[in-house]
């Protein structure tokens, strides 16, 4: 196999995303020329914008005979598993459940993905109803359905949680399944809620043409349980399907799920989350004050990641930017009629006139009313700062907006900005939505981002409400080794749902942890 020579070099934006400007570039650096190396293979790609000018640095292997065919690794494969004799039930096909079931298949079990919302491409018309008729299918909308939420969130694949698992592996397999090979080099990796689709789609054929099953408009409504042993679940047209374990891979929005565990006596805990709006600002003026030049030309749209500590009635609570999407619109991302939720995505290409943040603020159990509504109690204030929003704003989908400047001074806005966010906005009061406490932090932390990003914290920008669901505000208790439920045999609570995840990158590595938990536990019976 020939060795590469590496290289790492920084370019102008106008050259690094020029394929043939980069290509002379890159040989130039190595001291070769055109005809001498035969073939350049991109392996990181990231802005560098700390100077007066923004550059791209980039890292390459050069070959200068041909190089291996498997230059981002090999392709798996997936065994036929039709007729095991060993079966997961998997609930909910977003991004956890999908690559369970696909390391399921690697290892001899059978999944069958059981999913209460519609197929993606059907998914579509319900999103189309609720954008533009401000219906709200409770099984069908941009947190339930094929893909789950990240299939409508701008399709980040950025993570932390390196340590949990292969994040090169995870996006080889996206890549595998029609994903831009972009992904395995930029630093910060997206595909875009206009390919997400299309990907999350062949995912899910990869599944069926292996023997796995995947079952749409399927919610699961109780539990097979005997004496602390889950055998399996009952799903709304009363069929009972059993299997050696079951994965739950709910996703954050699915109460439905935590009511159930409650009143199946199900140990469930409250847990930490973030709660606050989305912050509307044109993508021109995040541009210009991140690359610190009038156009931003070449680059790509510019994003940012922001966190200050406040304080308010002697607590200390974070206020920090969330799912920033630039070039992106604002989407009704309510699950139940009479809530207004919202949420933020972007194409691929990232062309909206609009960038888009979730700008929230850490809730606490302190913050929450555990005596009361004990492992609930994250879920009722999520629910009732989200019924409120639905009612101030005229109990459609019409979502609460004020102008940023104009929050910070506590004055109603006479008239809004245009929006990203179909169904439209109502000026109101936001500390009226909000309530006190929340609004305060949040001021303390738009303020604070003002100094950082010039014009930042001014009438040029709105907020939109709520940002409510930043992770579930339920935790389903597992063991540390086992990844089991600590009381029921057989349940094994998965990805963000449960609270052992925040994105699809993440969630992707729990659901195979959880497949591998899975065939553990069968192999020791």
Not at 335 to 356: C, K
Request: with cysteine; hydrophobic share 40%; net charge neutral.
């Amino acid at each position: 196999m020939p060795t590469p020579q590496e290289i790492e070099v920084l370019l102008p934006p106008e050259v690094a995303y020029d394929e043939m400007a980069r290509y002379r570039a890159l040989l130039d650096a190595a001291g070769l020329v055109p005809g001498q190396a035969d073939f350049v293979h991109l392996r990181k790609r990231s802005i560098d914008a700390r100077g007066r000018q923004p550059l791209v640095r980039l890292r390459a292997d050069i070959y200068e005979t041909a190089p291996p065919t498997d230059l981002f690794g090999p392709w798996f494969k997936y065994p036929g598993v039709g007729q095991s004799k060993r079966s997961v039930i998997i609930v909910g096909a977003g991004s956890a459940g999908l690559f369970a079931a696909l390391r399921a298949i690697e290892l001899g079990i059978k999944p069958i993905v059981l999913e209460r919302g519609k197929d993606v491409r059907t998914r579509r018309r319900d999103l189309a109803a609720l954008n533009k008729d401000h219906v709200v299918d409770s099984d069908s909308n941009y947190c339930f359905g094929e893909g789950g939420a990240g299939t409508y969130s701008d399709g980040k694949l950025y993570t932390r949680a390196t340590k949990r698992g292969d994040v090169g592996r995870i996006l080889r397999i996206l890549v595998q399944h029609g994903a831009t090979p972009d992904i395995l080099v930029d630093a910060h990796p997206h595909i875009g809620t206009n390919k997400l689709p299309s990907v999350v789609q062949a995912l899910r054929e990869t599944i069926r043409e292996a023997g796995g099953e995947v079952r749409f408009e399927t919610r699961v409504t109780d539990l097979i349980l005997e004496q602390n042993h889950l055998r399996g679940v009952v799903t709304a047209s009363g069929e009972a399907l059993e299997a050696d374990a079951v994965i739950l891979a709910t996703g954050h929005s699915a109460r439905d799920i935590y009511e159930l565990l409650h009143r199946r006596g199900v140990l469930i805990e409250a847990k930490p989350f973030a709660l606050g709006v989305r912050v509307e600002h044109q993508q021109q003026l995040i541009d210009q004050a991140q690359y610190r030049r009038q156009e931003r030309g070449a680059l790509p749209a510019a994003s940012y990641a922001l966190v200050h500590q406040t304080q308010w009635q002697n607590k200390q609570r974070g206020v920090f930017s969330f799912c920033m999407c630039p070039g992106g619109f604002i989407v009704p991302s309510a699950t139940a009629p009479g809530e207004v939720v919202v949420n933020g995505m972007s194409p691929s290409r990232r062309d909206s006139r609009f960038a888009n943040s979730g700008i929230v603020t850490a809730i606490e159990l302190e913050d929450m009313d555990v005596r009361q509504h004990g492992a609930l109690a994250g879920l009722r204030l999520q629910q009732e700062i989200e019924q409120r929003a639905c009612q101030l704003a005229g109990n459609t989908q019409l979502a609460p907006a004020q102008r940023l400047g104009d929050f910070l001074k506590g004055k109603v806005s006479s008239e809004l900005l245009e929006t990203s966010y179909q169904p439209g906005l109502v000026s109101v009061q936001m500390e009226d939505v909000l309530g006190s406490g929340l609004a305060e932090r949040l001021r303390q932390g738009f303020k604070n981002f003002g100094q950082k990003i010039p014009g930042y914290a001014t009438n040029a920008a709105q907020i939109v409400g709520v940002e409510s669901r930043t992770s579930s505000p339920v935790r389903i208790p597992r063991d540390r080794d086992t990844l089991q439920h600590p009381e029921v045999r057989g349940l094994f609570p998965c990805g963000e749902g449960a609270g052992y995840a925040g994105g699809i990158v993440s969630a992707a590595m729990d659901g195979e942890r959880c497949a591998e938990a899975v065939l553990a536990a069968i192999s020791s019976k």
